[in-house]
């Protein structure tokens, strides 16, 4: 299979059909990024890279960066996890704060911002500079130093970051966060406002399509069985109130953001990662998922 045809062909079908949709506003500073950038990048397990379009820009990995979080998190803390934390899909969008009280203050799942807000809560309590903690972690991922935090979008998040502080005071009040509300939020809005370019999210993402095992850290990053999870739930949450059409359109574990990416995998085979910040009124990148659902229909393959 020829990957830089297969991704240079997606990408030029997508511009010819260039579907519009709406650039996430309700973080201001998001609003400023150009709606026609798009760009494709694949990287197989050799860590041959396919690029396509803007792949080398970077830009607000947003929820993209819960992966990160939670792969740390489950690495720390293994199955002990789970007691504060499910694993189901929510069916609500990712800022609801709807099922918390039926739940107990156990979030649905670690992608909704309740349950990265425990996330984040966890490596709080673990490290003295998380935000320190998880950008290394991210650059091991990658094989180069690669993080970089936008001010400009972390302050504008911060000035309107009343929902998710109501998320954290909701979760202590039932006694699933053990740090003071105000700091985990920082420290969320701070590695949801890292930059990064879609090859270097392929790069990263690159040990879970590869059994755990990241070829540029050089090291198991979790057992196996937890990539297969991580990836489980990256199929059936990833995209929040959208996770039942991005499986049944593309069929494999994948994570959106605000910012417009959304990262993949197709197990044992490659990771990828598409960026168009345009949005559907799920917030979830119309371009990036036209291109993924184009791209596992040329291949004739994706999870099924
Ligand atoms: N930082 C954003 C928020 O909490 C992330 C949302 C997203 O990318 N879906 O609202």
């Known amino acids: 299979m020829d990957y830089q045809e297969l991704i240079e062909e997606v990408y030029n079908e997508v511009m010819s059909a260039n579907p519009r949709g709406k650039v996430a506003d309700y973080i201001p500073e998001l609003a400023r990024v150009d709606g026609d950038k798009f760009g494709i990048a694949l990287v ?3 860590g041959n890279i396919f690029g396509a379009g803007d792949f080398e820009e970077p830009f607000s990995i947003q929820s993209i960066s819960k ?15 789970w007691s504060r934390v499910n694993v189901e899909p929510s069916g609500d969008p990712f800022n609801s704060i709807a099922q918390l ?10 992608f909704i911002n309740a349950g ?11 490290f003295d500079d998380p935000i320190a903690e998880i950008s290394k972690f991210i650059n091991e991922l990658t094989g180069k130093e690669c993080t970089e935090i936008n001010r400009e979008v972390m302050d504008s998040e911060l000035r309107h970051s009343e929902r998710n502080t109501a998320l954290g005071y909701f979760l202590k009040a039932y006694g699933n966060f053990e740090n003071k509300v105000e700091e985990v939020v920082k420290t969320y809005v701070a590695h949801c406002a890292m930059e990064m370019s879609c090859v270097d999210l392929a790069r990263s993402f690159s040990f879970l399509a590869n059994d755990g095992y990241s070829i540029y850290a050089k090291r198991e990053i979790v ?6 999870r991580i990836n489980s739930l990256m199929l059936t949450c990833g995209f929040y109130d959208e996770a039942g059409e991005f499986a049944f359109r593309v069929g494999l ?16 085979k490659f990771s990828i990662a598409v960026w168009s910040p345009e949005l559907n009124e799920k917030g979830n990148s119309i371009k990036s998922i036209m291109a993924l659902e184009l791209l596992t229909d040329k291949l004739k393959f994706s999870l099924f």
């Not at 574990?253 to 044992?268: E, L, N």
């Open 44 to 46: 197989d397990l050799e």
């Open 67 to 81: 992966v990160y979080t939670l792969t740390m998190v489950a690495g720390i803390f293994k199955n002990k996890l």
């Open 101 to 110: 009280e039926f739940e107990k203050g156990i979030p649905r799942n670690p």
């Open 116 to 126: 990265a807000l425990v996330i984040t809560d966890a490596l709080t309590s673990k």
């Open 223 to 228: 057992p196996e069985s937890f990539a297969r």
């Open 253 to 268: 574990p994948g994570k959106s953001g605000v910012g417009g990416g959304v990262a993949s995998v197709m197990p044992h």
